[in-house]
């Protein structure tokens, strides 16, 4: 694997720690911060995925446009759809004010997380 490449994934791993502790958390857990988390460790493996297949990308968090980039070489990808779509909305408008996550939808976040993750590091002939 490129250095490039697990860079990223160590990123994306990053933040799929960040999102799994923050959801743990007993006293005042910030689920808009899973959410955010979450989003981050699906994006930061799909750019993974695609500089791993060479694949250029502008710099974008829009899971929605990265899936586009990729279904044409690996239509498996659809699979993973509507997961990413849930993720999409937590890029950007959950850091700021006017937007809260609740419990449930960072739980949903989460799993939504895991599956997106663990189907990438298959792709990527990741553990």
Known sequence: MKNIVHEWVEKAEGDFRTAE????????PNYDA?????QQCAEKYLKAFLIHHQIPFRPIH?????????TPISADFEFIRDLLLL?????VDIRYPGEMATKDEARAA????RTVRSFLRQKLGLP
């Open 21 to 28: 502790r923050e959801m743990r958390a007993r006293k005042a």
């Open 34 to 38: 899973v959410c955010f988390h979450a």
């Open 62 to 70: 829009d899971l929605e446009v990265l899936l586009e980039l990729i």
């Open 87 to 91: 993720l999409n909305d937590y890029a």
């Open 110 to 113: 989460v799993k939504a997380m």
